[in-house]
């Protein structure tokens, strides 16, 4: 999870989809990190609001320390997200010549059918039923996990609500707790497309 200075968006990001994975039973496959590309707050706890937010909806808070994204992170990463597109394009700027790769239509679309299976489930990840789950042609859903090259793409590709041109989650720092919980709304809808996708592709 990637957003600018690593206090607002993304630990929330961190710590919801951290949560969800172990609802899930995936924490034996998955693990969730979270960096910025800036680092103007290294070693900073997240954001007051931030770590208020996730309390207001239950969320554990953990004792986050914000960090900066760096070429060896990428080394190790399969699945980089982002909360908007100038973290996108700084995240590719920093993987340089060695590269990522965009997330394919195939992940997106394994996307979509989990979103569809959440919306039936009132918003529960059933990690059984995910893994279950076939598309109409009879194929599992594509896997989103290991690959040679980190896959890159907006964290809201995962929230079956976005569209082209609303599918950032807005920076609330600096702005009112209600701004925090907005973009809580949006993260929470992201990581449990995300974690959705996940389950269904497990092997």
Same mark, same amino acid.
Do not use: K, Q, T, W
């Given at each position: 999870m990637v957003c600018l200075g690593n206090i607002c968006r993304s630990p929330m990001a961190e710590a919801v @989809? =951290? @949560? +969800? /994975?172990? $609802? =899930?039973? #995936? =924490?034996? +496959? /998955? =693990? %969730? $990190?979270?960096?910025g590309t800036a680092s103007y707050h290294v070693g900073e706890r997240a954001h007051p609001q931030a770590e208020a937010a996730l309390r207001r909806r239950g969320w554990p808070v953990g004792d986050h320390r914000a960090r900066n994204l760096r070429r060896r992170d990428l080394d190790r990463l399969d699945l980089v997200l982002c909360a908007d597109r100038a973290n996108l394009a700084e995240v590719r700027r920093v993987a340089g010549s060695a590269g990522v790769a965009d997330l394919a239509a195939a992940d997106l679309a394994a996307a979509d059918l989990a979103a569809a299976d959440l919306a039936a489930a009132d918003g529960q990840v059933d990690a059984a039923a995910m893994r279950a789950r076939v598309d109409p042609a009879g194929r599992t859903h594509p896997r989103v996990g290991r690959t040679a090259t980190p896959r890159i793409g907006l964290l809201r590709s995962f929230d079956a609500d976005a569209d082209p041109g609303d599918d950032e989650v807005p920076d609330p720092w600096g702005g009112l707790d209600a701004d925090f919980d907005r973009a809580l709304? #949006? %993260?929470e809808r992201s990581c449990r497309g995300l /974690? @959705? @996708?996940l389950a269904a592709g497990r092997s």
């Open positions: @989809a =951290s @949560a +969800l /994975v172990r $609802e =899930s039973g #995936l =924490s034996d +496959l /998955v =693990s %969730i $990190e979270s960096f709304d #949006l %993260i /974690v @959705a @996708a």
